[in-house]
């Protein structure tokens, strides 16, 4: 017997965790990001969780150092940008059933940007600070994933997303800073 909301068989419950890699561009420069995803699999059709990623390279704004010159303060060094975000995974799995087969993760959350300034050592000899500009933002990432079962609990996931971000309002940069094209890689490890 059928319903609306299941069927007559045994619904299949598991779980997974997964390292990602992501190239992106911001701010017209190449970045990498890294974070982790994971969440519950309901049935083998869709996964609920969890997804947080944070930029791990270099991203410098000529623009951002001269607004702090023109404040009054002189970086000893280019200041840095510096990002993260995560939020909430919504994935359904196509054909999971097939040892290739196609996700659909989109993440639904927030983040936080600001820059990073190298303004010499001070008394606490942390020689970075954060100026007064930060912000969050709010984040909307669908993609799609081509995932192969390499063994029983891992999968090998190469994906494209599209970031769409709320805009940022941070000196010298551009309000769509955080928008933007990812390629990324995973791997999956868990009961699927």
């Known amino acids: 017997m059928r319903t609306l909301f299941g069927s007559d068989h045994d619904l299949h419950y ?5 390292p990602t890699a992501a190239y992106t561009r911001i701010m017209d420069q190449d970045a990498m990001l890294v974070g982790l995803r994971g969440g519950w699999i309901i049935d083998h059709r ?11 390279s270099p991203v410098n704004n000529a623009n951002y150092d001269a607004y702090l010159i023109a404040d009054g303060l002189t970086p000893q060094r280019n200041s840095r940008f510096q990002t993260g ?48 500009d930060f912000q969050a933002f709010f984040v909307l990432e669908p993609g799609i994933d081509l995932e192969v079962n390499l ?8 994906g494209a997303s599209y970031r769409y971000t709320s805009d940022v309002t ?23």
């Open 170 to 192: 941070l000196p010298g940069t551009p309000k769509n800073a955080m928008e933007g094209f990812n390629a990324s890689m995973s791997i999956k490890v868990g009961v699927f």
């Open 14 to 18: 598991g779980g997974w965790g997964a």
């Open 151 to 158: 063994v029983k609990l891992v999968k090998l996931g190469l």
């Open 85 to 132: 975000y995560g939020g909430l995974l919504l994935e359904p799995i196509i054909a999971y059933r097939s040892p290739v087969h196609i996700s659909l993760p989109i993440l639904i959350g927030a983040g936080g940007c600001g820059y990073q300034t190298f303004t010499g050592l001070q008394q606490d000899f942390d020689p970075y600070s954060y100026h007064d």
């Open 46 to 56: 869709f996964t609920l969780g969890i997804a947080g990623y944070g930029l791990v």
